[in-house]
């Protein structure tokens, strides 16, 4: 300010410096500089006043400016009925929100009042939680109303649109929705579509399942199980109804799960299957890919899949090729049970030969087939049982039959078999000429066999004959002990005491050989030693008291002939144990060999064989 400027000073002008771009007022006695201060501040306040909205917006600079225009925007749009634009606006201000849904609701404006919900659920942050859960709610209770209008008026363009709306809807905002009380909502105003759509965003296939079937779309509820790849359950839990309705289809989603399964939880809905003539056996498809495809050896899937074979009627193929097979898993028991209830005669014969019932088995395969009974009777091991089942089948062709023939054919089918061995089943009138080659062979074959028991015999004479010589060479021969010859175990002279001489000149004291070898026996044997010893004090005792009643050793001219007493039939008996070999030739010495230098249990002896230090 440039000069007094007193108090009736009266204002002249303005005017402005274009060098200095200054602006200048001045009056009679004063002049003064204007310098302009947030001059638009109220710019926004002009445009508003002048219903210039957009204009009023450009010059806002605080959030309740932008608010209060938004605000008298909202309330000019509603007032002239525009009310999807004001509800537009509402939702960007922070007028009371139960106000502003009131008005709308007081007018019936549901379409309204929705862009009024969707323009509030924007403006949410991400911690009103409770807040866009309860818009999302009545959001979505305006749309069911809305569809189901449309449906009602038959508007089925504008229907698919809003449907196609409100699934992007749940789509974009499936985080802030409460489950339960969405899917209530849904069901209870009768939208089946929307509610598969919910579910499956939600991942809840059991629930798109259920529905399905209850709507009887059994393929389409087979699809999702299909699809599905979390659990296995929701496959034990469905499959009885849709077996019972799709039985083609869920056995060949069975067969393609994403999730692995256990056949035996499925056998509950595989009883539930009524199959047809018209088309293969659904249960024995899934269980023989079980089996063959996947190599289960689950008894319970074996025994039930024998169970269906055996309910086939006039196809007895699959049940026997199952039951031949080499590693069998089912029970025989129950499998022969089964096939007794079931008139499976040639199963029930497999089951016996299985189960080693041979006598059962070619009992009833006489009952069914002749050549079956043949195969079962060369089946066993022991040849006595194999002649008696050939038998019972002779006696079968002969006496039913009365085919002698046939009967006579057996002899060729089995080697153990005799024309003697059928004759006793032939009638007592029968012509001889029907199996007089077979008679002649059978004595043709005998007569071969005595000749060979002729020269059987003369080599078991010759044979006896040899050994009487070699027995009366051994008792004649001898050996030699000098004087002053010694125990080769204890080094004193052997004539001191009894002994024995080995063929190798080897002597040893007979208490010193004992000592030795008994070390060498087994338990058995040496419990036997104790024995004989036993037994041969008391005979020498009792010979003590009755010497008479004892015989005595002997020679009766025969050099088999010979009777020993009691005390050299113990003697003889303590020699095979205790004499039988040399104990520094034979078997005892080899069989050191691989014996340790002392007992590991003797600690003197392990220390006399330590190192001592530095070596």
């Known amino acids: 300010m440039l000069g007094r400027g007193g108090p009736g000073s009266r204002l002249v002008g303005m005017t402005q410096d274009l060098i200095a771009n200054t602006t200048w007022v001045y009056g009679e006695d004063v002049i003064f500089q204007v310098l302009p201060n947030q001059e638009d501040r109220f710019v926004w306040r002009l445009y508003l006043d002048k219903g210039l909205f957009e204009e009023a917006l450009q010059h806002c600079k605080t959030p309740q400016q932008r608010d209060t225009v938004w605000t008298a925007q909202a309330d000019s749009y509603f007032a002239k009925h525009v009310y999807g634009l004001a509800a537009e606006y509402y939702g960007k201000t922070n007028k009371s929100f139960e106000e502003v849904a009131l008005k709308f609701i007081e007018i019936n404006e549901r379409e309204a009042l929705k862009t009024f919900l969707m323009a509030k659920l924007r403006s949410l942050g991400p911690q009103d939680v409770t807040q866009k859960t309860a818009i999302c709610t009545w959001v979505t209770e305006i749309y069911l109303n809305k569809l189901n209008q449309l449906k009602n008026a038959n508007l089925g363009d504008q229907h698919e649109m809003l449907r196609e709306e409100f699934e992007t809807f749940l789509s974009d905002n499936l985080e802030h929705m409460d489950k339960h009380t969405t899917i209530n909502l849904i069901q209870s105003h009768g939208r ?234 032939f009638p007592d009138f029968v012509l001889i000429d029907d199996f007089k080659e077979e008679i002649c062979s059978s004595l043709e074959e005998y007569n071969r066999h005595i000749e060979e028991l002729k020269v059987g015999m003369d080599d078991a004479t010759k044979s006896a004959n040899l050994i009487r010589m070699d027995i009366k060479a051994l008792r004649n021969k001898y050996g030699f002990v000098g004087g002053s010859q010694k125990c080769d175990l204890c080094n004193y002279s052997v004539l001191s005491r009894l002994f024995y001489l080995f063929p190798c000149q080897h002597v040893f004291h007979a208490d010193c050989l004992r000592r030795e070898v008994v070390e060498h026996l087994s338990k058995e044997q040496f419990a036997k030693v104790r024995e004989l010893e036993a037994r041969l004090v008391r005979a020498e005792a009792d010979y003590r008291e009755k010497p008479t009643s004892f015989p005595v050793s002997g020679d009766s001219g025969s050099a088999l002939d010979v009777s020993l007493s009691p005390i050299d039939q113990c003697k003889a008996e303590l020699d095979d144990l205790i004499a039988a070999e040399c104990i520094h030739c034979g078997d005892i010495m080899i069989d050191s060999i691989a014996l340790p230098f002392y007992d590991p249990k003797d600690e003197a002896g392990m220390k006399s064989w330590a190192l001592g230090p530095g070596i």
């Open 192 to 425: 089946g579509e929307e509610f598969i759509v919910f579910c499956t965003l939600l991942g809840d296939s059991e629930r798109v399942i259920d529905y399905y079937i209850q709507d009887k779309q059994f393929e389409r509820a087979i699809t999702v199980l299909s699809n599905q790849t979390t659990t296995s359950d929701l496959y034990y839990k469905f499959s009885p109804i849709l077996m019972a309705h799709k039985p083609q289809y869920i056995v060949h989603a069975w067969m393609n799960a994403n999730v692995p399964l256990n056949p035996r939880k499925l056998i509950p809905a595989l009883m539930r299957y009524k199959p047809s003539p018209a088309e293969p056996h659904q249960g024995i498809r899934y269980l023989e890919y079980c089996v063959a495809g996947q190599g289960n050896e689950d008894p319970a899937i074996h025994n039930y899949l024998l169970s269906l074979y055996a309910e086939l009627p006039n196809n007895d193929n699959q049940l026997l090729n199952f039951l031949s097979s080499k590693d069998p898993h089912f029970d025989l028991k129950y499998a022969l049970r089964l096939c007794t209830k079931h008139n499976k005669k040639r199963a029930c014969v497999l089951i016996y030969s299985a189960m080693g019932l041979y006598e059962e088995a070619v009992d009833l395969a006489l009952k069914v087939d002749l050549e079956l009974a043949k195969i079962n009777a060369d089946k066993p091991n022991d040849d006595e049982l194999r002649k008696k089942l050939w038998l019972r089948i002779a006696r079968q062709v002969v006496e039913e039959e009365k085919d002698i023939k046939k009967a006579m054919a057996f002899l060729r089918h089995c080697d153990l078999l005799k024309i003697e061995d059928i004759l006793p089943f």
